[in-house]
């Protein structure tokens, strides 16, 4: 075995390890949201980070996705060894699918370049191929006994919503992130970005938060987030707009 070689199946390894870790952690934060069950959470962070990942490094990612999902499934919850096994394969099989037909119909490791290539992103990546996971996954809870065939419907629902709000929020922050070499701004442009991520966050609290008193009946200046969007997008471009997407949703979860 040529020392190339021996380097190159070194770096997969350890690029299956850093994706299984970054897996893990980010299936904690969404299994902290459980509410219908312990392995379904309505936001799960981790679909959008194995799609990123993917799209990126290309399919050799799998197996790191594999790995993070069956320890975080097996470790974090009490569900057993065999309905891990499903529930990981189903995420796994989730992510290939959605970067598969990425690349089949869009060909290109970031789809938030074009109008037209997010539409697709939101069909087959946050839409389609969430339902694979939700169907394994589910499958593989009522199985095992660790869910009620009677409570699938609302349990596979929970579980696409949640996907799809993974890979709609994350993966587009990751991607924006790590294509380009991050700019370095003048006084001015950073003094504007923080002033944008303040009014975000500002809006987003009063708006999703009990910032203020539970008398107000209705908030309708939720709009005013629109603005604030837009605004993100044509001064910073495809970055700021996800990094404001981010904020934004994290502020309402």
């Known amino acids: 075995m040529t020392q190339r070689r021996i380097n190159s199946r070194l770096n997969n390894?350890?690029?299956?390890?850093?994706v299984g870790g970054l897996y893990f952690v980010a299936?904690?934060?969404?299994?902290?949201?459980?509410?219908?069950n312990a392995s379904v959470s309505p936001v799960w962070p981790p679909t959008g980070v194995a799609i990123a990942l993917m799209l990126w490094l290309g399919y050799r990612t799998a197996p790191g996705v594999l790995l993070g999902a069956l320890l975080a499934n097996y470790l974090l919850t009490d569900v057993s060894l065999a309905a891990s096994v499903g529930i990981s394969t189903g995420n796994t099989l989730e992510a290939l699918c959605a970067v598969y037909l990425m690349r089949r119909f869009v060909g290109s490791n970031n789809p938030?370049?074009?109008a037209i290539d997010?539409?697709?992103f939101v069909i087959f990546a946050a839409m389609l191929s969430t339902?694979?996971?939700a169907t394994v996954g589910n499958i593989s809870l009522c199985l095992s006994g660790a869910a009620s065939w009677k409570h699938f419907g609302w349990l596979w629902l929970t579980w696409w919503s949640g996907d799809a709000v993974g890979a709609l929020v994350v993966t587009p922050l990751i991607l924006s992130w790590i294509e380009k070499p991050i700019e370095r701004w003048r006084g001015w442009r950073r003094a504007e970005a923080g002033f944008l991520l303040v009014l975000i966050f500002g809006a987003s609290?009063?708006?999703?938060?009990?910032f203020l008193p539970n008398s107000v009946p209705a908030r309708p200046?939720?709009?005013i987030t629109i603005p604030l969007l837009l605004?993100?997008?044509f001064r910073f471009g495809p970055r700021g707009v996800a990094t404001a997407m981010a904020v934004l949703s994290a502020t309402s979860i």
Do not use: D
């Not at 390894?13 to 850093?18: E, S």
């Not at 299936?27 to 219908?36: D, E, F, N, Q, R």
């Not at 609290?205 to 009990?210: G, H, L």
């Open 13 to 18: 390894f350890g690029i299956v390890l850093i």
């Open 27 to 36: 299936a904690k934060l969404g299994l902290s949201l459980a509410v219908l």
């Open 112 to 114: 938030f370049q074009r």
């Open 118 to 120: 997010v539409l697709r």
């Open 131 to 133: 339902m694979v996971s």
């Open 205 to 210: 609290a009063t708006i999703y938060t009990n």
């Open 221 to 223: 200046w939720g709009h």
């Open 231 to 233: 605004w993100a997008a």
